[in-house]
């Protein structure tokens, strides 16, 4: 599945540099142009990593980082700042705000590609992974199965892109609308509440008789995977 990064940046030169290179390198490229702007579809995107300018209309780049970390559904997600300011004191105060990493403009694209792959790789090994687990739950991505206890789980296709979203992410609450842009993509139109059919099959097969459902619905957010039901 394609990485999501969010791009908060007001300079829409730069966010189309951005954009094309990020989509060349296989993310998914979503944009806010102010700091309200920026938390707002964090909020809503959800996304794997947020490129983050410092000087922002609105709010500062530093306090969206500083608000984002206060976010319970969004203090995991890794955050690269990026600014003109090259002094060390303002990368220190960057990073102190909460940031993952740091890179000066101008910048090169493939460094900042490899940039965003190392704290990808830190912050989420499972989107690399070949084989993901949870807890009993184990899925073979390149052989298409997944195991619960040993007992093979049988999953229809939707069903499978739905588990592997929530296996990346273990103990993260999506939104109904989330899943539906991670899991059907963003130009598909389908009805929410389609996704709680999907998570009635998902259950369904995952859970035998004696087993704990390890897909928590949390009311009026939406689900995560998590044996703490």
């Known amino acids: 599945m394609k990485a999501k990064i969010l791009v908060v940046e007001d300079e829409a030169a730069i966010v189309a540099l951005l954009r094309y290179n990020l989509e060349q390198a296989g993310f998914e490229v979503w944009e806010a142009n102010d700091g309200e702007e920026g938390l707002l579809a964090a ?98 991505l390149t052989a298409h199965r997944v ?33 539906l842009d991670h899991v059907w993509g963003h130009d598909v139109y389908v009805e929410p509440r389609t996704v709680d059919v999907h998570i009635r099959r998902l259950r369904k097969a995952l859970n035998a008789d004696d087993e704990i459902d390890v897909i928590r619905t949390v009311r009026s957010a939406g689900y995560a995977l998590d044996m703490r039901n």
């Not at 500062?60 to 600014?83: A, D, F, K, Q, W």
Request: charged share 30%.
């Open 43 to 140: 909020q809503e995107q959800s996304p794997d990593l947020i490129l983050l300018d410092w000087m922002l209309p609105v709010t500062s780049g530093l306090e969206v980082c500083r608000r984002v970390r206060r976010t319970t559904e969004l203090r995991n997600v890794p955050i690269i700042m990026l600014t003109a300011r090259g002094e060390e004191a303002d990368k220190i105060r960057g990073l102190d705000s909460g940031a993952d990493d740091y890179i000066a403009k101008p910048f090169s694209p493939s460094e900042l590609i490899a940039r965003i792959n190392a704290v990808l790789r830190r912050s989420q090994p499972s989107l690399n992974a070949e084989t993901l687990i949870y807890d009993e739950i184990v899925m073979d």
């Open 147 to 179: 195991q619960r206890s040993g007992r093979d789980i049988h999953l229809g296709p939707t069903e499978f892109r739905l588990l592997r979203h929530l296996l990346q992410h273990p103990g993260r609450v999506f939104s109904r609308e989330q899943l």
